[in-house]
Nanobody
Framework: QVQLVESGGGLVQAGGSLRLSCAAS????????MAWFRQAPGKERDFVAA????????RYADSIKGRFTISRDNAKNMVYLQMNSLKPEDTDVYYC?????????????????WGRGTQVIVAS
């Protein structure tokens, strides 16, 4: 089992910034990928960004490219999502997820473990 705990969400004005954190514990894979997804009420969970744990390769959704940056701290078992130039449409619950193949997949079903999410609200 892998436990993921997100933090760092909150209320921010449009144009502002937030940094989300995800703490991972439990089982470790020899190689794996961690990702951020987001979901609005009544909508599907959408891919935001992913990073491979070993090489640090990244992949981003087009909607946030250039504004969000995913990073990881291997020593602390943490992954981060720095969100800049936030827009009201970025308002969602943000989830951290992990999968064990390290191929930067974007499909929700590809990920094995999920956190409970952290709410981000961007006020206009």
């Amino acid at each position: 089992q892998v436990q993921l705990v997100e933090s760092g969400g909150g209320l921010v004005q449009a144009g502002g910034s937030l940094r989300l954190s995800c703490a991972a514990s439990g089982r470790t894979f020899s190689r794996y990928c961690m990702a951020w997804f987001r979901q609005a009420p009544g909508k599907e969970r959408d891919f935001v960004a992913a990073i491979t744990w070993s090489a640090g390769a990244t992949r981003y959704a087009d909607s946030i490219k250039g504004r969000f940056t995913i990073s990881r701290d291997n020593a602390k078992n943490m992954v981060y999502l720095q969100m800049n130039s936030l827009k009201p449409e970025d308002t969602d619950v943000y989830y951290c997820a992990v999968e064990g193949l390290a191929v930067l997949r974007t499909a929700e079903g590809a990920y094995d473990y999920w956190g409970r999410g952290t709410q981000v609200i961007v006020a206009s």
